[in-house]
């Protein structure tokens, strides 16, 4: 019993990954999972072969294009006198848009503001417009665009699932069909490492859907530098700082003074020991040939 069961569940999974693989266009899938419903459904027919004879090449290149799934990111950096204000302005266009701020920070120095960084979301149809209000708010220092297509990836999870279901299915029907306990624990086994699959792929499909349909900016806002002008100094402040640099140079030298003495008076003295005995003998001797 135990051998005819993993028979069945292996004919099932073999039995819905064939049925699942000319699934796998781009049009079905996109069209049933890609956060643009209207594009994506109105592309279908013409990515699966069907397009209208009336339209022509052309409209089907525009349709497959539009069924695309891509993930799309900006950052921009403005130079303005006030960062913060900017800011707060490209966090209201982006509401009205349809979007939302995550997250920002804001760096100070001395009571000023030196830049200011939010992070945007927005409708992935209210990108290109909002990109081009948030250029008129300061001006542009750096901008970078990217883009990732991950409709391969969108239809391939989606075709996983599927086929995942479907073995979900036939799996719940051996279980009603198995009597032995030891079928009953290993069909259970193989249920719940499904059904954890199916979690795994549901899982990437939402943050698929999500980053596809939410486009995000990246918006950095800094302060222009400020140059640097010396501050005009008095007479009465240049004669003291005169004098302090004066009475540092005095210190400096009174301590180098100090430092030469405590190295010359112990050599001094070292010296002084060692020479008066020979100075002695020496003039002793010098007495004694004289006497002789």
Same mark, same amino acid.
């Given at each position: 019993m ?5 028979? =069945? ?15 796998m266009?781009?049009s079905?899938?996109v ?9 994506v $459904?109105?592309?279908a027919?013409a990515?699966a072969?069907?397009?209208?004879r009336?339209? %022509?090449? /052309?409209?089907s ?10 993930i799309r990111?900006?950052s *921009? ?7 913060? %204000?900017?800011?707060?302005?490209a ?15 804001t ?6 503001v ?15 417009e909002l ?5 008129? =708010?300061?001006? =542009? @220092?750096? $901008?970078? !665009?990217?883009g990732?297509?991950?409709t ?10 599927r086929? /995942?279901?479907?073995l979900e299915?036939? *799996?719940?029907?051996? *279980? ?7 079928d #009953?624990?290993?069909?259970?086994q $193989?249920v ?5 699959? !199916?979690? @795994?792929?549901?899982?990437? /499909? ?8 939410m486009?995000? !900016? ?17 007479i009465a ?7 302090h ?9 009174l ?5 030469? *003495? ?18 002695? !003998? ?6 004694? #040939?004289?006497?002789?």
């Amino acid at each position: 019993m135990s051998k005819y069961l993993w028979f =069945l569940v292996i004919c099932a999974f073999g039995c819905s990954a064939a049925r699942e693989a000319p699934a796998m266009a781009p049009s079905a899938s996109v069209a049933a999972e890609a956060p643009a419903a209207a594009p994506v $459904e109105a592309a279908a027919p013409a990515m699966a072969g069907g397009a209208d004879r009336s339209t %022509g090449p /052309l409209a089907s290149a525009q349709a497959v294009e539009s069924a695309r799934a891509v993930i799309r990111n900006a950052s *921009l950096q403005l130079t303005h006198k006030s960062p913060e %204000g900017v800011t707060e302005q490209a966090t209201v266009l982006a509401r009205a848009a349809g979007g939302y701020a995550l997250d920002g920070t804001t760096q100070t120095a001395g009571g000023s503001v030196l830049s200011s960084m939010v992070v945007l979301r927005v409708p992935e149809p209210a990108f290109e417009e909002l990109l081009v209000a948030v250029r008129k =708010l300061a001006a =542009l @220092r750096e $901008e970078s !665009i990217t883009g990732q297509d991950v409709t391969d990836e969108f239809v391939d999870t989606e075709a996983r699932l599927r086929a /995942l279901r479907k073995l979900e299915a036939r *799996l719940v029907g051996l *279980l009603e069909q198995s009597a032995r306990l030891s079928d #009953l624990l290993q069909v259970e086994q $193989e249920v719940a490492r499904v059904n954890g699959e !199916i979690e @795994r792929f549901e899982g990437r /499909l939402r943050y698929l859907r999500e980053r596809t349909r939410m486009a995000t !900016i990246t918006l950095t806002v800094q302060a222009p530098e400020q140059p640097y002008v010396p501050a005009h100094e008095s007479i009465a402040s240049r004669l003291k700082n005169a004098f302090h640099a004066g009475t540092e140079v005095s210190v400096e030298l009174l301590e180098s003074g100090i430092v030469v *003495l405590g190295f010359v008076l112990p050599a001094s003295c070292a010296f002084g020991l060692f020479a008066a005995p020979v100075v002695w !003998i020496m003039k002793r001797r010098r007495r004694a #040939l004289a006497a002789g």
